[in-house]
């Protein structure tokens, strides 16, 4: 057939013939087959069928003088002269021949399957999408379940019109290509039914940071085009590359979407949206062998891609779970065309200078600040009513909101997930954007000033007003590392991937308290004898929190894991120090749950605290919570690069004991690497380091306490603050003296504070006696690297 080509004859060679769409399916059924990836059969008609039409009507000169002089940012205009082109192409003829080759293709694929019509998507496909620096996703029109020759015959035609677009014509427009160097071809791909399961999209690169070791996968029940239009707010996996290639089942984050509506077929033809029930919302759409099967296809086809590209190629996947036969499909791939087009030399940072009231908070896209005033639009009838630089605030958007989105300062909506088409056009405008909000619309008022933050983690905030803030730009190919292990102090896994763009030599402290306050937010015991707790109010909190784990305490295990796991992926294969809980009595307290558990002291700062508590009764079985999320990151996601610290350890009998406990619950030193190092924060750590260095791997000065401790000063009291000096001689000689004994045992020794940033003289000091490794705060790295690196030189190292 003249314009007819199955998937099995396409490649990716043949772009400029079926599309970027069809040519990547086809690519993937010849050579990925074997592999176990799965694609839906079917055929592609030509982008010379788009053209068969166009010519045997006769209207590229009228399709011509309907554009001649287009003003994209006309929104009325480009209304009225889009629809008159759309119009011209789907009144026009259909050749007799096109017909009678579509009507044998569909009968071919129908008896393919052994059905007398088969269902089916017919998908656009333009010959210049998915090209690497300009993706066409989703500018020209799908049809889902389009059954019987009249409706595949209509639907082809109606894929034709779609080249014009208000969308696809302002697109083209502003990436500078020309309408008429642009056909369209156009797929029939037998329909998976995952309107009897569940749908999505997944990327082989962290869309908001670029972090490139890690797939990203999400999920909601029924069809695909909710999660795509941001209908929906879809569960979301983030699966690790690398410990997934070893065998390991390395699902390092799990997050629950709200998946409110789903899209399944219309008994009428087409499809229509329809509520989940509440059981449905409440538990994942998919498996954790889905996830991970998903995850090793995309594995396959980028590293397919990338081979043949001769370069990294990251890749966006659209998959759909047919619900009949419980297969996966990939029904879509295309190049990622936002982080992969990043220069990762240069490390653009923003930071708030002050804050305000939060209005609204939401899933933060990208890691920008805006400010601008608001201007709430329902439909993008009334995009005229939109001005430059404002910030757009939605329900949600689809492909029709561009022309308006290309304007905004950032946008803002009530609907949708990391992978939505907000979300996903707004990275590439380089525009920060906050979608999943919920009740954007209502909180926020047209007219009104504020600052959208993307700069603070994963949860994106609307503050009031225009706060001032700062960006940071820096270039990285001109840092030069020292020999000093510079490391992080991290403990949020929300900023963990931003974060691992900046020189570091892994986490030299991540902090456990974090994510237990943060994510978890439970005491662990109120999760283990949850059933005898008085406080009722908690128990009704607990209870929404921990909703679909039948075993309560499984929540703190798979959140703690999943959280350490996080950071422990972004600096992967280097180590990361994580330390055990380290909350004061007062601060467990305030967890829920926590008042039933916790003593009251008069001083917590030296009370019942750090290793103590571990072989403690009061607290023994929540340190055993800890201690089996850590094997979790270790055994079953494959993370060997955890280390473990104790804090607070005051006697070397209490470190023996600690590590006895540890071994309880499966955490052998030694054993799979496992490291364990003591924080050295206690005089007595520093007077007994022999003998701790006998039993530790390693040492991290907490300078803090030990200042505190060795100079007898409260450092929660403001009376005696003006005495707190770590360079004090009496903390130098500390730390002069932990670092001798240290190394006389073989065992390095780091320091987790801001002292060396704070204070060059005390680097220098550090770096004199040899200490192994700082452990800064992110934002302090940059400026350390380049003093450590003079400090060594100025001293011949």
């Known amino acids: 057939m003249k314009h007819v080509k199955w998937l099995d004859e396409i490649s990716a060679d043949d772009v400029h013939i079926v599309g970027g769409k069809n040519a990547s399916l086809g690519e993937m059924i ?53 629809k008159k082109a759309r119009d011209l192409i789907f009144n026009a003829e259909m050749p007799d021949d096109l017909y009678q080759e579509i009507k044998e293709a569909y009968e071919k694929l129908s008896a393919y399957y052994n059905e007398k019509e088969s269902d089916v998507a017919v998908r656009s496909s333009a010959t210049a999408e998915d090209l690497p620096d300009a993706s066409f996703a989703g500018q020209q029109d799908t049809y889902l379940n389009v059954k019987g020759l009249d409706d595949v015959v209509h639907y082809v035609k109606s894929c034709y019109a779609s080249i014009f677009t208000e969308r696809a014509t302002s697109y083209r427009h502003d990436k500078n290509f020309d309408h008429f160097k642009v056909g369209l071809s156009v797929c029939v791909q037998k329909m998976a039914r995952s309107d009897l399961a569940a749908s999505g ?26 999660i795509v239009a941001g209908k929906v707010n879809p569960d979301e996996f983030i699966v690790f590359k690398p410990t997934l290639a070893e065998g390991y089942s390395s699902i390092i984050k799990k997050q629950l979407g709200s998946k409110l509506t789903k899209a399944v077929y219309d008994e009428n033809g087409g499809i229509k949206d329809v509520d989940t029930t509440e059981e449905e919302r409440y538990r994942f759409s998919i498996t954790d062998d889905d996830v991970l099967t998903l995850a090793k296809w995309a594995l396959k086809i980028e590293n397919h891609y990338s081979k043949r590209n001769g370069r990294y190629t990251p890749m966006d996947i659209e998959w759909a779970k047919d619900g009949k036969t419980g297969q996966l499909f990939v029904v879509q791939a295309r190049p990622e065309t936002v982080q992969s087009q990043k220069n990762l030399s240069v490390l653009e940072t923003y930071k708030l200078k002050e804050k305000s009231n939060v209005i609204v908070e939401g899933i933060a896209v990208g890691s920008k600040i805006a400010t601008g005033v608001i201007n709430v639009i329902d439909t993008p009838e009334d995009m005229d009513k939109f001005k430059e630089g404002e910030i757009l605030v939605t329900d949600m958007t689809d492909p029709d909101w561009e022309p308006i989105m290309k304007k905004a300062a950032a946008i803002i909506t009530n609907r949708g997930g990391r992978t939505c088409h907000a979300a996903i056009i707004s990275r590439e405008l380089g525009v920060p954007a906050i979608v999943g909000c919920g009740d954007a619309t209502e909180k926020l008022s047209s007219g009104q000033e504020v600052t959208v933050s993307c700069a603070e983690g994963e949860i994106g905030y609307v503050y009031e007003g225009k706060l001032d803030y700062e960006v940071e730009v820096l270039d990285l190919s001109k840092i030069e590392k020292p020999k000093t292990q510079i490391k992080m102090n991290l403990g949020n896994p929300a900023i963990a991937f931003q974060t691992a763009g900046i020189p570091n030599d892994g986490i030299g402290l991540a902090r456990m308290e974090f994510i237990i306050s943060s994510f978890i937010q439970v005491h662990p015991l109120a999760l283990i004898h949850f059933d005898e707790l008085e406080d009722k109010k908690a128990k009704e909190v607990i209870a929404e929190l921990t909703r679909g784990y039948d075993n309560k305490p499984q929540y703190f295990v798979d959140k703690l894991a999943e959280g350490v796991a996080m950071l422990a992926a972004s600096v992967y294969p280097n180590q990361i120090l994580v330390r055990m809980s380290d909350f004061k009595t007062n601060e467990y307290a305030n967890l829920i749950g926590g008042k039933e558990f916790e003593p009251d002291e008069e001083n917590p700062m030296i009370g019942f605290r ?5 072989y403690s009764d009061a607290y023994r079985e929540g340190f055993a919570l800890e201690c089996k999320a850590m094997k979790k990151v270790r055994d079953e996601f494959g993370l060997t690069n955890v280390a473990l610290m104790i804090p607070f350890c005051r006697t070397p009998e209490e470190g023996e004991k600690v590590i006895a406990e540890m071994k309880k619950n499966g955490l052998v030193q030694g054993e799979n690497g496992l490291e364990i190092y003591v924080m050295a924060e206690i005089p007595s750590n520093v007077i007994c380091a022999d003998e701790f260095a006998e039993i530790f791997d390693g040492f991290s000065i907490g300078s803090n306490d030990l200042t505190q401790l060795t100079l007898g000063i409260d450092r929660d009291s403001g009376l005696v603050a003006h005495l707190f000096d770590e360079r004090h001689i009496a903390v130098k000689r500390m730390i002069q003296m932990l670092i001798e004994k240290a190394h006389k045992h073989g065992k390095p020794v780091g320091i987790c504070g801001q002292g060396p940033s704070d204070f060059p003289d005390f680097a220098e000091f550090l770096v004199e006696l040899g200490i192994d490794s700082m452990s800064l705060n992110p934002d302090s790295i940059m400026s350390t690297i380049v003093n450590i690196k003079k400090l060594e030189e100025k001293l011949g190292r």
Not at 201 to 226: C, Q, R
Not at 610 to 614: D, I, K, L, T, V
């Open 610 to 614: 750090g290793a103590s508590r571990y």
């Open 201 to 226: 999209v997944m990327f082989s690169i962290d869309t908001e940071s670029g972090f490139d070791k890690v797939v990203v996968i999400n999920a909601s029940y029924g069809l695909g085009e909710n």
């Open 30 to 82: 010849r050579e990925l087959k074997d592999e176990g990836v799965n694609v839906p059969y079917g055929f592609a008609l030509t982008a010379q069928s788009y053209w068969y039409l166009i010519d045997s009507n006769n209207l590229r000169d009228k399709i011509y003088e309907v554009l001649k002089d287009l003003d994209t940012h006309d929104i009325n205009d480009l209304r009225e002269r889009t």
